[in-house]
């Protein structure tokens, strides 16, 4: 029935902070960007690989609870083919990441780090 993951949708809340994360360190592409004057908000798309992010720039939206974690959602993972360089590319452009580890069931490598929200991230390997 499902052919794949079309996009995921992100609520950030500072619009030059999300932005320069998202677009500037972490390299996704912008495809399109609306202000929404009727919802109040900005909504950008990001494309990294074949997906996409729809990144909503709203500055009321409340805090995320991360610790302790809510139901829902729980982190976005991306796939990476060297997570040393890419965890050195990170630390380059100031994003901190959590010291790498091996998955207990894939045996392969991640680790997390965190958008400016606070939203888990993680790298797999």
Do not use: W
Not at 6 to 34: N, S
Not at 68 to 84: C, D, K, Q, S, Y
């Amino acid at each position: 029935m499902f052919d794949q993951m079309h996009h995921i949708a992100i609520i950030a809340r500072d619009y030059q902070e999300a932005k320069m994360f998202y677009v500037d360190k972490l390299g996704f592409e912008v495809i399109r960007e609306h202000h929404r004057a009727d919802k109040g908000d900005i909504k950008i798309d990001l494309r990294f690989g074949s997906s996409e992010i729809e990144l909503f720039i709203n500055q009321s939206a409340p805090t995320r609870p991360s610790f302790p974690e809510a139901a829902g959602l729980r982190h976005l993972a991306f796939h990476v083919t060297h997570i040393e360089e890419v965890v050195a590319a990170l630390a380059a452009k100031g994003i901190d990441c959590e010291p790498i580890r091996f998955d207990t069931f894939t045996n392969k490598k991640m680790t997390f780090f965190q958008d400016p929200d606070g939203l888990p991230l993680e790298l797999h390997e």
